[in-house]
Nanobody, 124 residues
Framework: QVQLVESGGGLVQAGDSLRLSCAAS????????MGWFRQAPGKEREFIAA????????YYADSVKGRFTISRDNAKNAVYLQMNSLKPEDTAVYSC?????????????????WGQGTQVTVSS
């Protein structure tokens, strides 16, 4: 059982940057594909970014491509989401997820472990 804990959310202004972190509880984390999702009030969960087991491949939603960067440090059992040029429409609860698949997956159903999420609020 992998436990995931996100941190780094907060209230920022449009144009600012934030770096989210996701800490995993197990060393087997290094074999899992990881992803970041977000959910705004009244909206469905949205895929943001994912990377494969060693971080060599990444994939982004069009809405964040060029602004967000996903990365991982398997030595630290951690995944990160660097968010630049934030917009009010980026406001949501951001959650990281781990998948038994080692290659990139983008569908929530392909992820077995989820963190509780961290709130990101971007004011205009």
């Amino acid at each position: 059982q992998v436990q995931l804990v996100e941190s780094g959310g907060g209230l920022v202004q449009a144009g600012d940057s934030l770096r989210l972190s996701c800490a995993a509880s197990e060393r087997t984390f290094s074999s899992y594909a990881m992803g970041w999702f977000r959910q705004a009030p009244g909206k469905e969960r949205e895929f943001i970014a994912a990377l494969n087991w060693n971080g060599g491949s990444t994939y982004y939603a069009d809405s964040v491509k060029g602004r967000f960067t996903i990365s991982r440090d398997n030595a630290k059992n951690a995944v990160y989401l660097q968010m630049n040029s934030l917009k009010p429409e980026d406001t949501a609860v951001y959650s990281c997820a781990a998948s038994h698949f080692s290659s990139i997956v983008v569908t929530p159903l392909d992820y077995q472990y989820w963190g509780q999420g961290t709130q990101v609020t971007v004011s205009s």
